[in-house]
C-alpha cells in the first residue's frame, strides 16, 4: 500500500458524459501527478500540481482539468468523453516536486 | 524532452534463471532513473531508483539496476527468478527538477516454472 488513495476504482460511463475522479496524496506529500496508461498510448504524463498550483502540463487534452484543493487532494476532471478516452487513470505523490513518486490503485474508466 | 526505449517487450524466462530487462534513455539535461513494478490489476510500484552517487542500485527483492551514462542505459537484472516476479516491468525518467515521469513502453516478464 503506497498510501496514495483513488476513487473511484471503476468508472462506467456514455460518451459526452463529464466524470470527476479523486485522489488523496500521501500524508505530508505536497506535490500530485496526474497520468493515463491506454494499450496504445502506455503511460504517459497528464498534469502536475505542487501545494495547491499547477506545476507542470503534459498531453493533457482541453476537455480534461484538474486541481488540487487546500486539504491537498486533487481531483481530475473529464469531459465530453470519448470512447479513446477509456483507460486506467493513475495518480501518484511525492514530497517535493522531485524525487520519487508514489502511485495510487487508479480509476479505470470504460466509456461505451 | 526526454525519451525511454525498452528493448524487449515481453521476456519469458524459467524459474531460477538470471534476467536482465534493457532499458535506454535519451536527454539533454541530467536524469534521475526509476524502476516500477506493475503487477496484475494492480497500481505502480516503486523498485528501485538512481538519484546520484553510486551507479550500481539494488532492491530489497534482489533486483539491481547499473546506471551506464556513456551508453544511456539502466538495465535491470535478477540472478535468480521466481514465479512471483512476473509482472509488468517500467523503465522511467525524470529531469532533475523531477516535474513528471516519462516512461518507457513497459516490458512483460513471464517467469514459467
Known amino acids: 500500500d503506497s498510501g496514495v488513495t483513488q476513487t473511484p476504482k471503476h468508472l462506467i460511463t456514455a460518451t459526452g458524459q463529464r466524470v470527476t475522479l479523486r485522489c488523496s496524496p500521501r500524508?505530508?506529500?505536497?506535490?500530485v501527478y496526474w497520468y493515463q496508461q491506454s494499450l496504445d498510448q502506455g503511460l504517459q504524463f497528464l498534469i502536475q500540481?505542487?501545494?495547491?498550483?499547477?506545476?507542470a502540463k503534459g498531453n493533457i487534452l482541453e476537455r480534461f482539468s484538474a486541481q488540487q484543493f487546500p486539504d491537498l487532494h486533487s481531483e481530475l476532471n473529464l469531459s465530453s468523453l470519448e470512447l479513446g478516452d477509456s483507460a486506467l487513470y493513475f495518480c501518484?505523490?511525492?514530497?517535493?516536486?522531485?524525487?520519487?513518486?508514489?502511485f495510487g490503485p487508479g480509476t479505470r474508466l470504460t466509456v461505451l | 524532452a526526454q525519451s525511454v526505449t525498452q528493448l524487449d517487450s515481453q521476456v519469458p524466462v524459467f524459474e531460477e534463471a538470471p534476467v536482465e530487462l534493457r532499458c535506454n534513455y535519451s536527454?539533454?539535461?541530467?536524469?534521475?532513473l526509476f524502476w516500477y513494478v506493475q503487477y496484475p490489476n494492480q497500481g505502480l510500484q516503486l523498485l528501485l531508483k538512481?538519484?546520484?552517487?553510486?551507479?550500481l542500485v539494488e532492491s530489497i527483492n534482489g533486483f539491481e539496476a547499473e546506471f551506464n551514462k556513456s551508453q544511456t542505459s539502466f538495465h535491470l537484472r535478477k540472478p535468480s527468478v521466481h514465479i512471483s516476479d512476473t509482472a509488468e516491468y517500467f523503465c522511467?525518467?525524470?529531469?532533475?527538477?523531477?516535474?513528471?515521469?516519462?516512461f518507457g513502453g513497459g516490458t512483460r516478464l513471464m517467469v514459467k516454472p
Open positions: 522511467a525518467v525524470s529531469d532533475n527538477a523531477g516535474n513528471m515521469l516519462t
Open positions: 536527454s539533454s539535461v541530467s536524469v534521475y
Open positions: 500524508s505530508g506529500d505536497l506535490s
Open positions: 538512481y538519484l546520484s552517487g553510486s551507479t
Open positions: 500540481y505542487y501545494n495547491g498550483e499547477e506545476r
Open positions: 501518484a505523490s511525492s514530497v517535493e516536486s522531485r524525487g520519487e513518486q508514489f
